[in-house]
């Protein structure tokens, strides 16, 4: 980056790493690696000792952390633990930013902004969807959300940790995507899994199906944008198959498990979600309709399908 302006280049701007545990401490190695004048605080101070051995200085509190970076990471447990922090005697947050990277839910992210702008700093609240082992290389999706103007300032300081990306000014995005990917992984997994065991009963190993169920997922992943275009405008048409089609083929899928001895738990879910759509007369619809069914409580949907 050019620095003949005396603007201090993005890898000279100081940051600190508030939570040393075994991500804590991969954050604050890529600030190090990168650069970075790094500031660290744990409450186990001990578990510092190779990253000030690597060039970091140890800040005496909390506080202190938290007044000598341009920006402070945080990368603790939990909410209530990143509250404890914040919370301490020394802390003062007036003119800071805080980045949040503690796994939480969307209504902690939410809460954890606006106790912290209201004591006069600016904050991004994240997610981090990597191994410690990846932090530093492109791997490491890091997810960011809350203002844009403070991730963009940031946005070259934190390019140290992975490819970096903003969601959007909600600071509960950052959680909300997070979850959105873990049901998508273990959905995929847990019908990849119930696939194998039905293959198993035929004398068929695990890595001989997983080419099969590879290119299964990557051609259902194809169908994405295109149903995505139909939740968004509401509307359902039968271009490929019709639900009633699928449900059919759903109760071959558990008299299948039935019959090979397998658990059928998860086909009959699926039935049961479509059963539901149909009865409420979407039957002739294409399988994104479901939607309605995945958008109310759960209870809500049982309840109105067995007319209570
Ligand atoms: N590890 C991963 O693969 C991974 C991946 C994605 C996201 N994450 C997220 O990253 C966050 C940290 O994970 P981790 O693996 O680094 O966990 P970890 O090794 O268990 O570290 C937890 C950290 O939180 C600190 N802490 C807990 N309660 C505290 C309190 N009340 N006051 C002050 N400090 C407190 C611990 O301090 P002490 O050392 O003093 O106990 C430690 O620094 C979690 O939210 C996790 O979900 C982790």
Excluded at 165 to 186: I, K, Q, R, S
């Amino acid at each position: 980056m050019d620095n003949t302006s005396g603007t201090p280049s993005s890898s000279t701007l100081p940051v600190s790493v508030v939570g040393l545990g075994l991500m804590g401490r991969s954050l604050a190695r890529a600030f190090l690696r990168a650069g970075h004048p790094v500031t660290v605080w744990n409450r186990t101070s001990s578990k510092a000792a190779q990253l000030v051995a690597d060039g970091a200085r140890l800040a005496p509190s909390a506080g202190d952390a938290l007044r000598s970076g341009s920006l402070t990471v945080l990368c603790l447990t939990d909410y209530a633990a990143v509250l404890d922090v914040l919370d301490g005697d020394d802390v003062g947050l007036d003119g800071t930013t805080v980045v949040n990277l503690t796994s939480g839910s969307s209504s902690d992210g939410r809460e954890a902004a606006r106790r912290v702008e209201r004591r006069g700093a600016r904050y991004l609240d994240g997610a981090i969807m990597a191994v410690p082992s990846a932090i530093g290389t492109a791997d490491a999706v890091v997810l960011h959300s809350g203002p844009r103007s403070v991730f963009e300032k940031h946005e070259p300081t934190l390019a140290a940790l992975g490819t970096v990306t903003h969601l959007g000014e909600d600071p509960g995005l950052a959680a909300l995507y997070d979850v959105a990917g873990l049901t998508m992984m273990w959905s995929v997994l847990d019908a990849w899994l119930h696939g194998t065991a039905l293959l198993r009963t035929a004398g068929v190993d695990a890595a001989t199906f997983a080419p099969f169920a590879q290119q299964i997922a990557a051609e259902v992943a194809g169908w994405l944008p295109g149903y995505a275009e139909q939740v968004d405008r509401g509307s359902f048409p039968a271009e490929v198959s019709t639900l009633e089609t699928d449900v059919r083929a759903m109760s071959h899928l558990i008299a299948e498990s039935e019959a090979a001895g397998v658990n059928d738990e998860l086909p009959r879910l699926i039935k049961a979600i479509a059963d539901r759509s149909v009865a409420a007369g979407h039957g002739t619809e294409q399988y994104p309709v479901l939607i309605e069914e995945f958008s109310k409580p759960s209870g809500a949907g049982q309840a109105e399908s067995s007319g209570r």
